[in-house]
């Protein structure tokens, strides 16, 4: 059990049969009237946030989220195939639970697979992937001054902003958390 008043960022929790992650937290102490903590809730299962306050003392069962590394191996229809390199159980999830999670995942690449109590909720992509670009507009020199940027499609089918200077055929590494391109390879 955590009291609210031992809450940090990241700690994922169990409150009102949701499962919730703290993402921003504060302890007010109000010159009139009992402290209170001013915390942003995160659901883990559907991605929606609220703010709510607790009084210090009352207290919430940890939650426990299982991450396990996977291989994503092919996708069939609406399912998406996935092994656990270790014990090499496969599991199959359908396109909602992942979303778009995938769009920078190649095949056979390692992903997280997220679940609770059994129950996937969510797949975690590397949080940096190195993948070719297979189609964009050539740049024009004298273009570069201002920092320009152009729609590039990566090998995956993905579209990102890219500098001017990138051709086909460059391998870019990209930012999944952001959809950012960082650099050439």
């Not at 191996?73 to 396109?95: I, K, R, W």
């Not at 920078?104 to 997220?114: A, H, P, R, S």
Request: hydrophobic residues 40%; glycine residues 8%.
């Amino acid at each position: 059990m955590v009291s609210a008043g031992d809450f940090r960022n990241g700690i994922t929790l169990e409150i009102e049969g949701n499962v919730v992650q703290i993402i921003e937290f504060q302890h007010v102490k109000p010159g009139k009237g009992a402290a209170f903590v001013r915390t942003k809730l995160k659901n883990v299962i559907n991605g929606g946030v609220v703010e709510r306050t607790f009084r210090p003392t009352e207290k919430f069962p940890q939650a426990r989220i299982d991450r396990v590394d996977m291989q994503y191996l092919y996708a069939d229809g609406d399912l998406f195939h996935f092994m656990n390199v270790e014990t090499y159980d496969q599991v199959a999830l359908s396109t909602e639970t992942i979303g778009d999670a995938l769009k920078f995942v190649k095949e056979n690449e390692m992903v997280k697979v997220c679940s609770y109590n059994g129950n996937v909720f969510s797949v975690e992509p590397p949080l940096f992937v190195e993948l070719e670009i297979t189609e964009t507009e050539p740049g024009f020199k004298g273009d570069t001054a201002t920092g320009a940027s152009k729609p590039a499609t990566v090998e995956t089918g993905a579209t990102i902003n890219v500098p001017l200077f990138v051709e086909i055929g460059d391998k870019v590494k990209i930012d999944t958390r952001t959809s950012e391109y960082l650099s050439r390879v």
